[in-house]
């Protein structure tokens, strides 16, 4: 038994032994046979031309047939030669003309895979074919082994294509059951560089029963320690430097999806991703997620994520497949704005950042269809961009929080926000963004802004209300030095605005502003003090800002006036019909030979300010006569000559810097000091060589309208009244009244209706006074009242210019003093006052009284000495005292005492001063004793003597005309005892009185000779 089983198996043996013998020699018989239906088979398996030469026989370990020098090419897009290529036939795809369970090794292939714009190397061009379409293609069911292959990626680089090798290529291709297949390879990524990276992948095929691109896919592959190539790059807005490791997962279909799981991961240090004028990006890791598929022409993708560190974005879209049409619909995470500005330009992201440091952007919408890369804004079909900012800066205003949206497309984009405020001590602005961008073509924009819901307050000079129509719009074409401005116009209540210009960056620029017409009377209607000043007429604006790199923004253009008018304050006149033109430049303006009226005057006027932003006018006037009504003066006619003066107007009123004026009688004056819109408050100094203080008075004299436009307001005067005009006076000579003195000072008060000059100190030959002038202009006519105090004055020179007669004494005149009346012809007999004097070492000149009193005594004959003509030359006196009261143009005194080496006078009575009549009585006291007179004195007369025999008083009444009085004497018996013990009081006279002249003439105790 165990015999027939040994022969049984021998023969079996033979029998399989001949088989191969025979299939062997059926083989080396037919090898051009099997080598053609090979390359049948392979051909048709790629749907490309596979030319096999003669094969033979070999061992690889087992019996194969070897084939070399194999070329496939694919319509100049795949081509590979084959040096050596090993086929294990199998019986079964012998007998039925297959090779699905044949084994194929390929030994060190050459494998170019060129993009369709380029060409293979010189050496290995290939020939056309038909198209290769691996979709379509029938993987054979082949069990293939790549050993030391290499494949070329071309890629385009300059006129030449630059190939990217894989060497050491190792590849194994596996049927796995009837619709399955499995690939596995690794090898060596050469990279232009010099580096080297180790590539490695896995994929798994199966439910091939009809195309490729209906096979389910699950793959794996890996890249690892390699870098991106600068030609890789070229075309990216982006640069991504350092080594990376790359992994993907792909699983499912083309034709209900392809998904695809990525990641990028820095090898050791994070990758650096630069682009141009940015800083360095540093990159942790990078993920990507989608679902692929492929039409015809397209592959498309959805359900995409693509994350860079903290940002993340999600979407869809489809590129052709010769990638010359892409389409992108994304939307993001909430983005942290110090995340995105690493991916702004350097000095972009600076005023960005000190603009909105902190914040979230937030992309809900963006889509995008471009046949170009990189694209342009134009291709942007829709975005909506949602960004919260935590604090908005714009120089020293902040807010916070501010939500602006960006919405609409490359067509048409909106800009809006919450609304903006900008508040401020001046004033304040809001503005809820509400902007159009549209494209009108390719290289021009056009950006309307409504400002309808815009309110503003600029320091209530300019103002407007919601609802208030207001707009901006401009166009704005790009060009190859940056953007072309052009059509702008701004418009807002009251105000139009004209603008265009150039833009090549935030430090280059050019633009042109037009404000054509401003009326002022819009300015401030809601601000009462420029609703006094009463704006009116026109402006017009004309200026061109230039911004050059490195330099400070300049500012050139022209302001024309058209009929301009301002009522600044009721102190002085309107100015009106301002016309002209100033040039601006920078921040200043200049203005020369402007035309200007000041009320009914006439000026030339040149201004300027240094920062029109903190406007302070610099002032020069000049008039070679002006009305003193213009200015700060009530009188009507008065004029004041060559006036020039230099002022600064500015925000609270205006600084007289310096200004010179001349009178007609000779005053010349320099004027310093401000005046305070709100008040109003005039403060001046006013230093004058000379001054004629009469024509000073007078220029407030005339009329007590006070004040020049209707729009400030007068009021009934009250005893509270405040002034609001206050001018200190110096002169160092002058005149008043013809009264002459120097070094006087002053300070003149003024309110509506009052004009007060106090304190006022002088000094007048080697005396000096003080008082003060009060000037009454409501009543009528005008009252003029002056009082002070006067010490060692010429009291000829008082007595002749205050009461405007002839003077009647000299001497050093000490004394207090008040008078008024009005200002007028009719002063003299309405005018009142009082007068406490002192006169010392005088005359009383030409004092007719004292002549005619004399000639009736023969008093000359009482003294040793000769006394000197009183008609002609007066009397000497030591000492002249009186309190005096003017009343009605009437002296009046009844103390008037004269002390003189010769005799005491007494006088009471009045003067009066209109009419110039005389009602006086007067008490003589000789110096001397009875018994040296007694024998001398010529008629009888009634003489007052004491016990001592002396002759105490004669009395006389005076009469009549001041030019010619009547002096006759007076008993003693017909004084009065009021005028009686006036005498007795004011000439000391004794207490017991002898009032019986026989008693003087016998004189009993005469010694008797």
Same mark, same amino acid.
């Given at each position: ?592 030979? #402007? +035309?200007?009226?000041?009320? %009914?005057? !006439? /000026?030339? =006027?040149? &201004? ?8 302070? *006018? ?56 401000? #005046? +305070?819109?709100?008040?109003? %408050?005039? !403060? /001046?100094? =006013?230093? &004058? ?8 008075? *007078? ?311």
């Amino acid at each position: 038994m165990r015999r027939r089983i040994l022969l049984t198996f021998i023969l079996l043996i033979g029998l399989l032994l001949c088989l191969s013998i025979g299939l062997w020699g059926y083989i080396a018989t037919h090898q051009e046979q099997i080598g053609a239906m090979i390359s049948s088979r392979l051909s048709d398996n790629l749907k490309t031309p596979v030319t096999l030469k003669k094969a033979r026989l070999g061992f690889h370990p087992r019996p194969t047939l070897d084939f070399t020098e194999i070329t496939i090419e694919a319509n100049h897009r795949f081509k590979a030669t084959i040096p050596q290529l090993h086929v294990r036939v199998s019986w079964r795809d012998l007998l039925q003309g297959q090779l699905a369970h044949s084994h194929i090794t390929v030994v060190d292939p050459q494998i170019y895979l060129l993009p369709h714009t380029l060409q293979a190397p010189s050496d290995a061009t290939p020939s056309s074919g038909t198209p290769f379409d691996w979709r379509k293609a029938h993987l054979p069911q082949l069990h293939i082994t790549i050993e030391r292959g290499e494949i070329h990626l071309a890629a385009p680089h300059g006129d030449t294509p630059q190939f990217w090798q894989i060497s050491e290529l190792a590849a194994k291709l596996t049927p796995s059951g009837k619709t399955g297949l499995s690939f596995q390879g690794s090898g060596n990524l050469h990279l232009p560089d010099g580096s080297i990276a180790t590539i490695f992948s896995r994929i798994e095929l199966s439910g091939m029963t009809h195309e490729l691109g209906l096979a389910t896919v699950q793959a794996q592959g890996k890249v690892s320690n390699t870098t991106l190539p600068a030609s890789l790059q070229k075309a990216w807005p982006f640069q991504i430097d350092g080594r990376l490791n790359i992994q993907s997962d792909w699983r499912g279909n083309f034709h209900d999806g392809l998904r695809l799981q990525a990641t990028v991961k820095p090898t050791a240090a994070p990758l650096q991703l630069r682009h141009a004028n940015a800083p360095t990006i540093q990159v942790n890791q990078c993920t990507l997620s989608c679902r692929l598929q492929q039409t015809d022409e397209l592959f498309t993708f959805d359900e995409a994520t693509l994350s860079l560190n903290k940002m993340k974005l999600s979407g869809q879209g489809f590129w052709s497949s010769d990638l010359s049409h892409y389409g992108i619909t994304a939307n993001s995470n909430a983005i942290m704005l110090e995340d995105l500005y690493s991916w702004l330009p350097a000095k972009l992201s600076r005023n960005i950042v000190s603009i909105a440091p902190q914040g979230r952007l937030t992309l809900k919408t963006l889509k995008l269809d471009s046949q170009q890369w990189p694209p342009t804004l134009s291709e942007i079909q829709a975005i909506h961009l949602d960004t919260n900012l935590t604090r908005l800066n714009l120089g020293s205003w902040s807010q916070g929080p501010v939500n602006v949206t960006l919405d609409g497309s490359a067509q048409a984009l909106y800009l809006t926000s919450t609304p903006l405020r900008l508040a401020a001590t001046a004033g304040h602005i809001a503005w809820p963004l509400d902007i159009k961008l549209s494209q009108r073509d390719k290289q021009q924009w056009q950006l309307h802004a409504n400002l309808k819901q815009m309110t503003y307050n600029a320091a209530r000079v300019v103002a407007k209300k919601a609802d208030n129509d207001g707009q901006l719009s401009c166009t704005f074409e790009s060009n190859p030095h940056g953007w072309q401005l052009s059509s702008g116009t701004l418009t807002l209540p009251h105000i139009g605005v004209d603008f265009s210009g150039t833009f090549r960056s935030a430090d280059s620029y050019q633009l042109q502003v037009n404000i054509p017409e401003l009326e002022l009377a819009h300015l401030g209607p809601n601000i009462q003090l420029l609703k006094q000043m009463n704006l009116r007429g026109k402006i017009a604006v004309e200026e061109t800002l230039t911004q050059t790199p490195g330099q400070p923004l300049d500012a050139q253009g022209t302001l024309t006036l058209t009929d301009c008018a301002i009522s600044p304050t009721h102190v002085i006149a309107p100015i009106h019909t301002i016309n002209g033109q100033a040039r601006l430049s920078g921040k200043s303006l200049d203005a020369t030979d #402007l +035309k200007v009226g000041l009320g %009914d005057s !006439q /000026l030339r =006027v040149n &201004a300027h300010l240094d920062d029109i932003t903190h406007p302070v *006018a610099q002032i020069h006037a000049r008039a070679t006569d002006i009305f003193a009504k213009d200015l700060v003066f009530n009188s009507p006619t008065a004029r004041l000559h060559d006036l020039d003066g230099r002022i600064a107007i500015h925000a609270h009123g205006i600084d007289f810097t310096r200004a010179t004026v001349r009178l007609d009688q000779g005053t010349t004056a320099t004027v310093t000091g401000t #005046l +305070k819109f709100h008040g109003p %408050d005039l !403060q /001046l100094l =006013v230093e &004058a060589p000379f001054a004629n203080v009469d024509e000073v008075i *007078a220029l407030w004299h005339g009329s007590a309208n006070h004040g020049h436009t209707g729009q400030w307001p007068h009021h009934e005067i009250t005893d509270d009244e405040q002034e609001t005009l206050h001018i200190r006076a110096m002169v160092d000579k002058g005149i008043i009244s013809g009264f002459e003195f120097s070094d006087a000072t002053g300070t003149i008060h003024y309110r509506y209706g009052r004009l007060r000059i106090e304190p006022l100190l002088f000094e007048a030959d080697a005396g000096y006074g003080s008082g003060r002038v009060l000037l009454y202009q409501t009543t009528d006519p005008a009252t003029l009242q002056i009082e002070g105090t006067v010490v060692n004055i010429d009291a000829d020179k008082v007595y002749s210019q205050l009461l405007k007669h002839t003077g009647l004494v000299t001497g050093r005149l000490t004394g207090d003093f008040s008078i008024s009346g009005p200002i007028g012809s009719t002063f003299l007999p309405n005018s009142n006052g009082l007068f406490s004097v002192t006169i010392q070492d005088g005359v009383l000149r030409k004092f007719k009284v004292l002549s005619k009193a004399f000639s009736l005594l023969n008093v000359a004959q009482l003294f040793t000495f000769s006394l000197p003509d009183m008609a002609k030359e007066g009397m000497p006196f030591s000492r002249l005292t009186s309190d005096v009261i003017l009343e009605d143009g009437v002296l009046r005194s009844e103390n008037l005492r004269i002390d003189s080496a010769a005799m005491n006078t007494v006088l009471a009575g009045e003067l009066d001063l209109v009419n110039n009549d005389l009602d006086l009585i007067m008490g003589i006291k000789p110096l001397g004793t009875v018994d040296t007179v007694f024998t001398r004195i010529p008629v009888a007369g009634w003489l007052l003597t004491g016990d001592d025999r002396a002759v105490l008083s004669a009395n006389f009444e005076i009469k009549g005309s001041f030019s010619d009085p009547k002096v006759e004497m007076m008993p003693l018996t017909s004084l009065s005892n009021k005028v009686f013990g006036i005498f007795k009081r004011t000439l000391t006279l004794p207490g017991t009185l002898i009032k019986d002249p026989e008693k003087v003439l016998t004189n009993p105790d005469r010694p008797q000779k």
